[in-house]
């Protein structure tokens, strides 16, 4: 992710509550950058299905249709207005499920260049776990918690971010 989606996501942190038991262990990555994807199909990602919200946060995530899962995600701040805004594509690549996200502030001016996705390869899944690359989404009953990894800015640790939706 682009440097000002780190800054922007660090602020989030601090301004929702982080939900409990989230640890770095719950994320994983791949390998290496190129490194192909764990197997899976859209079929796969039917736990995650459907509109998921809490205080600070509201996601939902449609149907495959056409090929593809869409879905969003909305941060809000604790003074009620929208902190991030994120827009998701999920698509069956090469025997797996990419997710790509774009990052709007709440001007909806895009993080990212006006072509360009943040990419997350699917690293593993196993009931109620999806394992993203740096995200994880781990849902149980009609809960869902949202558990992303940041870089560290300056060559610092990385950052753990929860949410439960």
Do not use: C, I
Not at 46 to 67: D, E, I, Q, V, Y
């Amino acid at each position: 992710m682009a440097t000002p989606v780190r800054s922007m996501l660090a602020v989030a942190a601090l301004t929702l509550a982080l939900a409990g038991g989230a640890a770095a262990q719950d994320v994983r990555n791949l390998a290496t950058p190129d490194a192909a994807g764990a197997p899976a199909t859209l079929d796969d990602l039917k736990g995650m299905l459907g509109n998921w919200s809490a205080k600070n946060a509201a996601a939902g995530f449609s149907a495959p249709a056409a090929g593809e899962v869409v879905g969003h995600l909305l941060l809000v701040a604790d003074t009620g207005a929208p902190r991030v805004q994120e827009l998701w594509v999920l698509r069956p690549e090469g025997g797996s499920v990419v997710l790509r996200q774009k990052h709007y502030a709440p001007d909806l001016k895009d993080r990212e260049d006006k072509d360009k996705w943040a990419e997350r390869k699917l690293v593993a899944r196993d009931a109620g776990h999806l394992y993203f690359d740096n995200l994880t989404l781990v849902t149980k009953g009609d809960a869902m918690d949202l558990l992303v990894r940041l870089p560290g800015a300056n060559g610092g640790p990385p950052t753990m971010l929860s949410y439960s939706l």
